[in-house]
Structure formats: C-alpha cells, structure tokens
C-alpha cells in the first residue's frame, strides 16, 4: 500500500508504512527469536540428560572397577591404564607399533 499512500497522504503516508515495517520487523525477530529458545530449551535439557548418564556411567565404572579390583581380578594399574586410555583425546593414541598397556584377562 505504500505507494497509495504516499500519493494520497504524502509524509504521513511514508511514515504510517514506516511504523508497519518497524511491526513487521519485530513480530520477524520475536517469532525468529521463539525459534531458537525452543532449540535453546531442548538442547539444554538434552545436555543435562547427558551429563545425568554420564554421571551415572561414571559411578558404574567405579562400582565395577572396586569390585574387580577386590576380587583381584584386574590391578589398580590395569584399571587406571583403562582409564587414562578412554580418556585420552580422540587421535591421541599410541604411536604406531606402540600397544595400550591393557588387555583383557580371560583366565
């Protein structure tokens, strides 16, 4: 409409489409703005779940590690070998022709 009204009501005209696209402009931002605070919301609440999990992991791996280690099954070394191995950075492992210091017991 903003030619119609800059013809028939000239300034009053350019400033009336002005004001409909400044309201134009923040019903965009608010509904752009929603958007992403439900993307925000969701991947907040994704992420305290998997910090929940990974607490839990981390207590099962404990447990089970005190339990091994007082059934002599593995050593304390063993388990801090493993350890220091799962937490290593991804591509950070031995050298080539280098082993982990831990195996697997099947006896």
């Known amino acids: 409409m903003g030619l119609l009204r800059t013809m028939f009501l000239g300034d009053f005209g350019n400033w009336l489409d002005t004001q409909d696209n400044t309201r134009r402009i923040a019903q965009l931002r608010r509904r ?51 350890i220091d191995a799962i937490e290593r950075p991804i591509g950070d492992g031995p050298d080539e022709g280098e082993q982990d210091n831990f195996s697997i017991r099947t006896d």
């Open 32 to 82: 752009v703005g929603r958007g992403n605070a439900r993307v925000d919301d969701a991947q907040n609440a994704r992420l305290d779940a998997l910090e929940c999990e990974n607490e839990q992991l981390r207590v099962c791996l404990a447990s089970i590690s005190h339990l091994l280690i007082g059934k002599n099954v593995v050593t304390r070394d063993e388990i801090a070998s493993i």
